[in-house]
């Protein structure tokens, strides 16, 4: 692996958490009496970024790398399932992380006071901020398993 | 400094922050509820625990997957299904989904902190047992029903202090 590839994994996974560490600050904050549309934003705007980059740099190195030899050991390996089930399941319900961050986002920087406000939006928000971290941690447990499936 | 070097000296000081933080929260909880009331004093210095706690966890979750990045770049992968691993990886999942919990008054105040207190003593103390869970042949399910022990024990025994002080529940 060049030194390329092994920091776009790396930036790959701390990105990632970044995302996730964003979305939990966000829940905390949606189950405060009265959240700050400040600290809303911006959480929400960090999740976005972190989500994307991660992303690009997870998609580049999939592409570049792991599509070839990594893919190949994985499946020549004593867990061939890591790649079947988690590597194809990962790939797909990521996508919707970026996505739902936007939707996030995009409610606390239009919404803004309406929703702090609104108990009922707020719980939606939390539904979906939840729904989010829980794809999140999915996403970073099924790396661990197919990292470790590198053998 | 290596990146292993580097990489434990912040999960030191991440789980310093955390255990610490976690025993003084629980002290400051226990001298504040004594009344009956947490004062804006008392309330302010729970705060700054907490805010620290929150350090402590994230420089512990970033190190944690450094260390996991390393293994992978390094040529280790198969340790990152020891069973040790994992019973962090699940003994920090429900420290986190405890704290939103907690946040959001869906445990008693009594429980939540017995799964702070004991979520954090566990996962600080998982690494240094490491050979006697080795020597024991442990696994992952024999860790988790440690934790859980370790759970029990924990509020039963916060239970006892708190009846000893008198705190109202």
């Given at each position: 692996m060049t030194q390329t590839l092994a920091t776009l994994l790396i930036a790959h996974v701390?990105?990632?958490?970044?995302?996730?560490?964003?979305?939990?600050?966000l829940l905390m904050a949606l189950l405060k009496k009265m959240p700050s549309i400040r600290f809303l934003r911006a959480s929400s705007l960090v999740a976005v970024i972190g989500f994307i980059l991660s992303w690009i740099s997870g998609g580049y190195y999939y592409v570049m790398y792991y599509g070839g030899p990594v893919k190949a050991a994985i499946k020549a390996g004593p867990n061939p399932w890591a790649h079947a089930f988690f590597m194809?399941?990962?790939?797909?319900?990521?996508?919707?992380?970026?996505?739902?961050?936007?939707?996030?986002?995009?409610?606390?920087f239009f919404g803004g006071e309406r929703i702090v406000g609104d108990d009922k939006k707020r719980r939606i928000l939390f539904a979906i901020a939840l729904i989010a971290a829980l794809i999140g941690v999915f996403s970073t447990l099924s790396g661990v398993i197919i990292s470790g499936s590198v053998r | 400094?290596?990146?292993?070097?580097?990489?434990?000296?912040?999960?030191?000081?991440?789980?310093?922050?955390?255990?610490?933080?976690?025993?003084?929260?629980e002290i400051f909880l226990l001298k504040s509820l004594r009344d009956g009331v947490v004062d804006p004093t008392e309330g302010s210095f729970l705060k700054i625990t907490y805010r620290v706690i929150r350090i402590g966890l994230a420089l512990l979750v970033l190190s944690g997957f450094g260390f996991l990045i390393l293994y992978r770049l390094t040529g280790l992968e198969e340790r990152l299904f020891s069973p040790l691993l994992w019973a962090k990886l699940t003994i920090v999942l429900i420290l986190l989904s405890g704290v939103i919990a907690w946040q959001a008054k869906k445990v008693p105040l009594w429980l939540g902190s017995a799964f702070s207190f004991a979520s954090w003593y566990g996962a600080m103390l998982i690494i240094p047992l490491r050979s006697v869970f080795k020597n024991i042949h442990a696994g992952f399910f024999d860790i988790i029903l440690i934790y859980i022990a370790l759970v029990i024990i924990t509020a039963i025994v916060l239970f006892g202090i708190r009846r000893a002080l008198k705190i109202p529940h």
């Open positions: 701390i990105l990632g958490l970044i995302g996730i560490g964003a979305l939990w600050a194809e399941a990962k790939e797909h319900v990521f996508l919707l992380l970026p996505f739902i961050s936007i939707a996030l986002a995009c409610a606390f | 400094m290596d990146w292993d070097t580097f990489l434990v000296v912040i999960h030191l000081i991440g789980a310093a922050l955390g255990v610490g933080g976690a025993t003084f929260a």
